[in-house]
């Protein structure tokens, strides 16, 4: 069931070595402040659990995987200062998981947008099923996905980070998203998505934890200035999301 709490939920379940994270929220599994520091601050204290050789990151419900950053918060801001705040939780979530010493398998049930994505390309291995369509629409509202892009070229490359960022009204879909790297294998259930995501994770919960601590470091090299890097980039954003521009866009899109 769907939680109806505004700040969202976040639960944790750990058997066998494997720690299921599932996050939500009523907005579309959509992302405020308060729970992306949940996120970033659980992900950070799983990577240092000895219990814990694997991390399923997932959302509840059947429909959408998550809608990105809550759209409450970010027609509340009021200066440059709580736009870079607002923009760096996304930030921090990606570099927590970009840092945490476990393999992170995502769990991609549903449509996907903007901060959403970023969270997806941030996983190490990501399964989900034909309804996993993805779309950054940033640009229609004036800012842009300067926060999460470094994930996505890195997963996607630079073409499809390009082609999803200008095209930014359309949806592409979970096959066009498996042909850019992004999904490593599409179902057409969650059915058969689940039963393979929990057998891939016992088959990594079962292999040598030191070897996987050491591909999930060589996975990310040359990553490391990305603590500066994205929350640089959530200034950006965090300037832009005050212009006359995004006022009017976010102003039109909220009468609705």
């Not at 969202?8 to 599932?22: D, P």
């Not at 999460?148 to 082609?163: D, H, V």
């Not at 998203?177 to 059915?191: I, M, N, P």
Request: hydrophobic share 45%.
């Amino acid at each position: 069931m769907s939680t109806t709490r505004m700040q969202g939920s976040l639960f944790t379940n750990i058997q066998q070595k494997v720690a299921t994270i599932e996050f939500g929220h009523p907005a579309s599994n959509s992302f405020p402040s308060e729970l992306l520091s949940r996120l970033t601050n659980e992900l950070n204290s799983l990577s240092k659990n000895n219990e814990v050789a694997v991390i399923i990151l997932r959302s509840e419900g059947e429909k959408a995987f998550c809608a990105g950053a809550s759209f409450d918060e970010l027609i509340a801001i009021k200066n440059i200062e709580e736009g870079k705040q607002f923009f760096s939780g996304f930030a921090n979530v990606i570099n927590a998981m970009r840092a945490c010493g476990k393999i992170i398998i995502g769990r991609v049930q549903g449509k996907t947008v903007g901060g959403g994505l970023g969270l997806t390309s941030a996983c190490d291995y990501v399964l989900a099923t034909e309804f996993a369509s993805i779309k950054l629409s940033e640009l229609t509202i004036g800012i842009g996905p300067f926060v999460i892009a470094p994930a996505i070229e890195r997963k996607m490359g630079i073409a499809a980070l390009s082609e999803l960022t200008l095209d930014a009204t359309s949806w592409k879909n979970a096959y066009w998203a498996k042909e850019k790297g992004l999904y490593a294998q599409v179902f057409e259930t969650t059915k058969e998505l689940d039963f393979e995501v929990e057998l891939l994770a016992s088959k990594l919960a079962s292999y040598n934890p030191e070897a996987l601590a050491s591909m999930k470091k060589i996975l990310w090299e040359n990553t490391q200035h990305w603590d500066e890097l994205l929350i640089q980039r959530a200034a950006i954003t965090g300037e832009l999301v005050l212009s006359d521009f995004t006022k009017n866009a976010l102003a039109n899109f909220s009468n609705k």
